[in-house]
């Protein structure tokens, strides 16, 4: 059984940068296509950042805006979102998740069944 577990979160004023760490256990996490989503109060789940097994990233325009960055170490089991230049609506519970699925839709969370259960940003302006 895959299990993810996300830390790293925290408060931090507009401008400022955090780095989130998702561990990940259970499986071969070098074969892990990997993503970050968030979710804000009230808001559906979004896609932030993927990263394939092969390290190749993909970023969603419309949150990362050049500001955040995806990595993994394999020897490590770990993937991380370092995010910079934080914003007030960045506020959201950033979750990790292993893809499962090859529907096509990597920014989708349908193609995601293992999920961490997230931690908080919280930015203040």
């Known amino acids: 059984q895959v299990q993810l577990v996300e830390s790293g979160g925290g408060s931090v004023q507009s401008g400022g940068s955090l780095g989130l760490s998702c561990a990940a256990s259970g499986g071969t996490f070098s074969s892990y296509d990997m993503a970050w989503f968030r979710q804000a109060p009230g808001k559906e789940r979004e896609w932030v950042a993927y990263i394939s097994q092969a390290s190749a990233t993909v970023y969603s325009t419309n949150v990362s805006k050049g500001r955040f960055t995806i990595s993994r170490n394999n020897a490590r089991n770990t993937v991380y979102l370092q995010m910079r230049d934080l914003k007030p609506e960045d506020t959201a519970v950033y979750y990790c998740?292993?893809?499962?699925?090859?529907?096509?839709?990597?920014?989708?969370?349908?193609?995601?069944?293992?999920w961490g259960r997230g931690t908080q940003v919280r930015v203040s302006s």
């Open positions: 998740a292993k893809r499962t699925k090859y529907n096509g839709a990597y920014y989708t969370t349908t193609d995601y069944a293992y």
